[in-house]
């Protein structure tokens, strides 16, 4: 499962939104299925922030930290705050799959 190629932003709501479960499943036909799909998808979405996030922040990892430089790096606090504003990867993944720009297949379905 992934995005379409487009790097375009979706746009996404920031907090819960109230969905009605019946456009949930129009594309797969089983609420179920739409759901796993989705949830698949936040799952890899959560996995490459949380990747992208240890990257940034290793950069400023240091050996002998001493107590006055933890509390002093304030482009440490500004990434981590970013990463926190960002929109949480379960709306991301709901957005995207309405929108139809996830990929996914059911190799049970492909058998029969």
Known sequence: MSANANNTKPA???STVTRDLRELDVE???IYESIVIMSKRANQL??????ELHQKLSEFASSND???EIFENREQIEISKYY???????LVAVQEFLDGKVYYRNPAKEQQ
Do not use: D, F, Y
């Open 84 to 90: 926190e504003r960002l929109p949480k990867p379960s």
């Open 12 to 14: 996404v709501a920031s």
């Open 66 to 68: 001493n107590l006055e």
């Open 46 to 51: 959560s996995n490459n922030i949380k990747e």
């Open 28 to 30: 797969t036909g089983n």
